[in-house]
């Protein structure tokens, strides 16, 4: 059975020809929910955790009718709005051992789901935007805040630049909303060597035992991450 992917509906055809290749797809959209360059950001109304979907109760009802048919789904207590009170609530790394975000933010319900893992508090509200998880507690981040308590931690982590990561709106987009891992590959929305840290990735993925597969031949896209279940 095929496994399913969340991504952003206003990815390049390219990219959304080859994951509904690989996947079983939801293209994800809103409208009049939060700002315009967010508003196909899956990770922004969802948070996967312990095989669920906590999801914001505006998430839109069709994305929520075709998550139900493959995982449970449950609800925050925070509606995404336009505000930073409003965003970042469900954008939450979540790993083997730890969960990682700002805490001022976290939405309540997550905290209940995460079991025994260790909470890292972190500068950052758009965590998973700027954070991938891999097996083994290991991270690619583009955000100094986060490696320096990831390194204050021991944390094991790649630190990258944001620069030429495209995001409709903004100077720049953050690495993890490039991503996503499912066992042993990283799908990419772009060529690595399109950035400047493009070969301390693939060596990075490559030290933790991952293949990679990328989408399309320009820029990486931050597109909200390519979430996998």
């Known amino acids: 059975m095929k496994s399913a992917i969340i991504y952003n509906s206003t990815l390049p055809c390219e990219i959304i020809t080859q994951i509904e290749g690989i996947f079983r797809g939801i293209a994800f959209g809103s409208s009049g929910i939060t700002v315009e360059a967010l508003s196909g950001h899956p990770d922004i109304f969802i948070c996967q ?19 139900q048919g493959i995982l449970p789904v449950s609800f925050g207590d925070t509606n995404i709005g336009t505000t930073m009170e409003t965003i970042p609530s469900y954008n939450v790394v979540i790993s ?12 309540k319900r997550i905290l209940e789901e995460v079991g025994s893992r260790r909470f890292i508090n972190v500068p950052q509200a758009f965590t998973r935007c700027s954070t991938l998880p891999l097996r083994g507690d290991a991270f690619i981040t583009s955000d100094a805040g986060i490696a320096k308590v990831f390194k204050a931690e021991g944390i094991d982590h790649l630190l990258v630049s944001s620069d030429g990561i495209s995001l409709r709106g903004y100077k720049n987009g953050f690495i993890g909303g490039c991503m996503g891992a499912d066992k ?24 933790h035992g991952y293949n990679i597969k990328e989408l399309h031949e320009g820029n990486l896209i931050d597109s909200g ?4 279940i």
């Open 49 to 67: 955790v312990n095989g669920k979907a906590v999801c914001a109760p505006n998430t839109p009802r069709k994305i929520i009718e075709e998550l």
């Open 96 to 107: 083997g051992s730890f969960v990682i975000h700002n805490i001022k933010h976290t939405d």
């Open 225 to 228: 991450s390519l979430l996998i």
């Open 184 to 207: 042993g590959t990283v799908y990419i929305t772009g060529k690595l060597t399109k950035h400047k840290n493009g070969e301390q990735i693939t060596g990075y993925l490559d030290e």
